[in-house]
Nanobody, 126 residues
Framework: QVQLVESGGGLVQTGGSLRLSCAVSGRTFSSYAMAWFRQAPGKEREFVTSIRWSGGYTRYSDSAKGRFTISRDNAKSTVYLQMNSLKPEDTAVYYC???????????????????WGQGTQVTVSS
């Protein structure tokens, strides 16, 4: 059974930083691409960033580019999302995801995710 456990969410002021972590168990973590999505109230779940199994390729949404950084530690089966210069519009539940076979780094889609974490709330106050 695959389990993804996220941590690190919370309340932060505009301009602040947070670091999310996602620990994966139950499968060979190092073989799969990983991603972060987010969902704000009343909105669809949207792609934030993804990383190749080797860590050598990453992709970011336009809103995340330049402010967020994804990384992974295959020895710890953990993926991270460092978020800097946070804005109120970053407020959402952030979900860690294990990419499925059809997931592509070039055109990431939530429908191609194999496994989801439970989500962690990030709230940015103005």
């Amino acid at each position: 059974q695959v389990q993804l456990v996220e941590s690190g969410g919370g309340l932060v002021q505009t301009g602040g930083s947070l670091r999310l972590s996602c620990a994966v168990s139950g499968r060979t973590f190092s073989s799969y691409a990983m991603a972060w999505f987010r969902q704000a109230p009343g909105k669809e779940r949207e792609f934030v960033t993804s990383i190749r199994w080797s860590g050598g390729y990453t992709r970011y949404s336009d809103s995340a580019k330049g402010r967020f950084t994804i990384s992974r530690d295959n020895a710890k089966s953990t993926v991270y999302l460092q978020m800097n210069s946070l804005k109120p519009e970053d407020t959402a539940v952030y979900y860690c995801a294990v990419a499925g076979a059809a997931f592509t780094l070039a055109t990431p889609s939530y429908s191609d995710v194999a496994y989801w974490g439970q989500g962690t709330q990030v709230t940015v106050s103005s």
